[in-house]
Nanobody
Framework: QVQLVESGGGLVQAGGSLRLSCAAS????????MGWYRQATGKQRELVAS???????NYADSVKGRFTISRDNAKNTVYLQMNSPKPEDTAVYYC????????????????WGQGTQVTVSS
């Protein structure tokens, strides 16, 4: 089995900084794209940022220039550095990864973390 475990959420003041981490573990041959999504109360889940295993990145317009996604392929871990967060960034943040469990199969699992709450105070 494969799982994603997130850490680093919490309460942060607007203009501060916060770093989220997400580590994949279990039966893993290769981790392809990884990303962070968020869901605010009463809203749909949305993509925040994603990164491929060749380190190509993509960001939501609302976080460009403030958030940075990165990954450590040796540790199967993805990070989200949140600088200058705003109250509207308050949400549950979910990690997501496309994982190939076995070298003997092309099957890809889309795995989600359990979510971590980020609250930005004004």
């Amino acid at each position: 089995q494969v799982q994603l475990v997130e850490s680093g959420g919490g309460l942060v003041q607007a203009g501060g900084s916060l770093r989220l981490s997400c580590a994949a573990s279990g039966r893993i041959f290769r981790v392809n794209a990884m990303g962070w999504y968020r869901q605010a109360t009463g809203k749909q889940r949305e993509l925040v940022a994603s990164i491929t295993n060749s380190l190509n990145t993509n960001y939501a317009d609302s976080v460009k220039g403030r958030f940075t996604i990165s990954r450590d392929n040796a540790k199967n871990t993805v990070y989200l550095q949140m600088n200058s967060p705003k109250p509207e960034d308050t949400a549950v943040y979910y990690c997501n990864a496309d994982i190939r469990p076995s070298r003997w199969s092309d099957s890809i699992l889309k795995v989600w973390g359990q979510g971590t709450q980020v609250t930005v105070s004004s």
